[in-house]
């Protein structure tokens, strides 16, 4: 009893006076980051700077090797890894493409809504067959339309 006479201060608000003290002693704020570059969302490690035609070229390299032989399409097994490659070229299009050179604009088109409609599982294997189809058009025209670098 003796306690609640010294002590007038209610729980709750010696509760405030402690949050008040910790907040005061911390750590000053740190200082706000800088937003990510557009690049950031697609793209780990990429410069914005970077040529178009390096980036996205590269890109369909990369999923090339998983991709049957232009012919089989219907053959083609969609697998995680063949979907994930597909959706790497995705972001890279969406980031590098509309700074293609003008002439492969239609392309860039034709490539980021096929891979975005090769990329997710539950999309299915007639329109994928038929989508893997448009993009190996486009991605053959933009590997031939960017100058050698």
């Keep these: ?33 800088p937003p ?9 490690g990429a410069d914005p700077s970077d040529d178009p035609c390096v980036r996205i070229v590269s890109a369909i390299g990369y999923a090339e090797p998983l991709l049957v032989p232009a012919g089989e399409e219907d053959t083609q097994e969609f697998s995680e890894g063949v979907r994930g490659r597909l ?11 509309p700074r293609l050179p003008r002439e492969l604009l239609p392309y860039e088109s034709v490539l980021t809504t096929t891979t975005d409609r ?14 893997l189809k ?4 486009a991605s053959a025209a933009v590997k031939k339309g960017c100058p050698a670098s």
């Design 1 to 33: 009893m003796g306690f609640m006479n010294r002590h007038p201060l209610t729980l709750p608000t010696q509760a405030a006076l402690a949050l008040l003290t910790l907040a005061a002693c911390g750590s000053p704020a740190p200082e706000k980051a």
């Design 87 to 97: 959706a790497y070229v995705h972001g890279v299009v969406l980031e590098y493409g």
């Design 134 to 137: 448009e993009y190996r058009a």
């Design 36 to 44: 990510p570059s557009p690049v950031a969302r697609y793209l780990v």
């Design 118 to 131: 090769l990329s997710p599982a539950a999309t299915p294997f007639d329109r994928q067959v038929r989508a």
